[in-house]
């Protein structure tokens, strides 16, 4: 079975800019998630989708960053504008529903350098 | 412990030996224990899912244990091979699945 696809793998722009990550789940999956992980720190959760509904959106700074699940399979995550802080590595997962034993299923990630 | 922290670090071991790391966790609200591997340039790949104290999972020679009363979980590599080398990454899921910063792992042929 195909894997989760982030793309693009590398981005490197200017502060002030904007930016679009674009992830696809594993099929059937009904639960997606996008992670932010800094150098240094572990991956932090930043929104979780149930089909293309938000479950959790606690920790997305919802001044800058979106993200949309429209039709409930792919998504985008949106910086704008970007910050110096907000170099990191973008991670996608899926799993197939929320649960105490669901695995999350990782995609390769985005590596963001802002300058 | 407020957050998930793994320790050591960094890890330099020579081929063939064993090794593991501790992952320290809130023993409050806990839900379940996840490891991942993360190998450079690739996407991190899920090892083990835990949730009841005591709970011994092995995959080839990996093996993880859990004990929620204390808040921990060790990872053992028997034998460790070049192709073990990666970051080792725990989550602690309670209302959403936390994770600490990795041991890096980096076995010498």
């Avoid at chain 1, 700074?61 to 039709?71: C, N, Q």
């Avoid at chain 2, 020679?61 to 204390?70: D, G, V």
Wanted: with cysteine; aromatic share 12%; net charge neutral.
């Amino acid at each position: 079975e195909a894997g989760v696809a982030q793309s693009p793998r590398y981005k490197i722009i200017e502060k002030r800019q904007s930016v679009a990550f674009w992830c696809n789940p594993i099929s059937g999956h009904a639960t997606l998630y996008w992670y932010q992980q800094i150098l240094g720190q572990g991956p932090k959760l930043l929104i979780q989708f149930q089909n293309n509904g938000v479950v959790d959106d606690s920790q997305l700074p919802k001044d800058r960053f979106s993200a949309e699940r429209l039709k409930g399979v792919d998504s985008t995550l949106k910086i704008q504008p970007a910050k110096l802080e907000d170099s990191a590595v973008y991670l996608c997962a899926s799993s197939l529903f929320t649960g105490i034993m669901e695995t999350q299923y990782f995609g390769p990630g985005t590596r963001l350098l802002v300058l | 412990i407020l957050n998930v922290e793994q320790s050591p670090q960094s890890l330099h071991v020579q081929e063939g030996d064993s090794t593991n790391f501790t992952c320290s966790f809130p023993s409050s609200n806990f839900y379940a224990l996840h490891w991942y591997r993360w190998e450079t340039a690739k996407s991190p790949e899920a090892l083990f899912v835990m949730t009841l104290n005591g709970d011994e999972k092995k995959k080839g020679r990996i093996s993880a244990t859990l004990n929620t009363k204390e808040g921990y979980s060790y990872l053992y590599i028997k034998g460790s091979q070049p192709e073990d080398s990666a970051t080792y990454l725990c989550a602690s899921l309670t209302d959403k699945l936390i994770f600490g910063t990795g041991t890096r792992l980096q076995v010498f042929p």
